[in-house]
Nanobody, 121 residues
Framework: QVQLAESGGGLVQAGGSLRLSCAASGSIFSIDYMGWFRQGPGKQRELVAGIFSGGGTNYADSVKGRFAISRDNAKNTVSLQMNSLKPEDTDVYYC???????????????WGQGTQVTVSA
């Protein structure tokens, strides 16, 4: 079993900052990719930012220059520093990880339970 535990969501005014964190625990052999997605009511879940085990990153165009993703491979954690937040960043944010639970096994995708981020105008 693998669990992803998120923390750090909340309410902030426009222009403010929040930091989201996610810790993966359980039966983990290796983690390839870790990322953050977001989803609002009636919308599809979309990628916000992701980071590979080697450090390569990808970002949604809407957050480039404002958000920064980082990870600690030793601790199986990923963080998302969100600066210059806008009301349109309001969504539920989900941690995502692509994990291999045994040596030589397949990679599977896991999701956290989601954390609400609300940005007031």
């Amino acid at each position: 079993q693998v669990q992803l535990a998120e923390s750090g969501g909340g309410l902030v005014q426009a222009g403010g900052s929040l930091r989201l964190s996610c810790a993966a625990s359980g039966s983990i052999f290796s983690i390839d990719y870790m990322g953050w997605f977001r989803q609002g009511p009636g919308k599809q879940r979309e990628l916000v930012a992701g980071i590979f085990s080697g450090g390569g990153t990808n970002y949604a165009d809407s957050v480039k220059g404002r958000f920064a993703i980082s990870r600690d491979n030793a601790k199986n954690t990923v963080s998302l520093q969100m600066n210059s937040l806008k009301p349109e960043d309001t969504d539920v944010y989900y941690c995502n990880a692509v994990i291999r639970t045994v040596s030589g096994g397949n990679y599977n995708t896991y999701w956290g339970q989601g954390t609400q981020v609300t940005v007031s105008a």
